[in-house]
């Protein structure tokens, strides 16, 4: 009954912006932590930023100063705004949520993950 759909993917050349989005629908009672993930080929998947549901944020170290994780409450919306790309940055990105989900009187949390969208970068 949830969903995370992921938008903003693409192809840039090295040194250029993105901004991917994340929408969560269904039955939200509150979302507390988002975040986005990456993997590329052959490679192990990897926290990239988080951000609390007051606006703390936590970056990988090799996207700090670089990249900024930005949520809309209102909307249950988590951007990733990506400058300076480069081509290591390339990989599939995930976004991810942890959800309380209510359906009548029953609330449960869970660890939700979107499809994923791909971010070429090229040299």
């Known amino acids: 009954q949830v969903q995370l759909v992921e938008s903003g993917g693409g192809l840039v050349q090295a040194g250029g912006s993105l901004r991917v989005s994340c929408a969560a629908s269904g039955s939200i009672f509150s979302i507390d932590a988002m975040g986005w993930y990456r993997q590329a080929p052959g490679k192990q998947r990897e926290l990239v930023a988080t951000i609390t549901n007051s606006g703390y944020t936590n970056y990988a170290d090799s996207v700090k100063g670089r990249f900024t994780i930005s949520r809309d409450n209102a909307k249950n919306t988590v951007y990733l705004e990506m400058n300076s790309l480069k081509p290591e940055d390339t990989a599939v990105y995930y976004c991810?949520?942890?959800?309380?989900?209510?359906?009548?009187?029953?609330?449960?949390?869970?660890?939700?993950w979107g499809q994923g969208t791909q971010v070429t970068v090229s040299s």
């Open positions: 991810n949520a942890d959800i309380v989900t209510r359906r009548f009187l029953t609330f449960n949390r869970g660890d939700y």
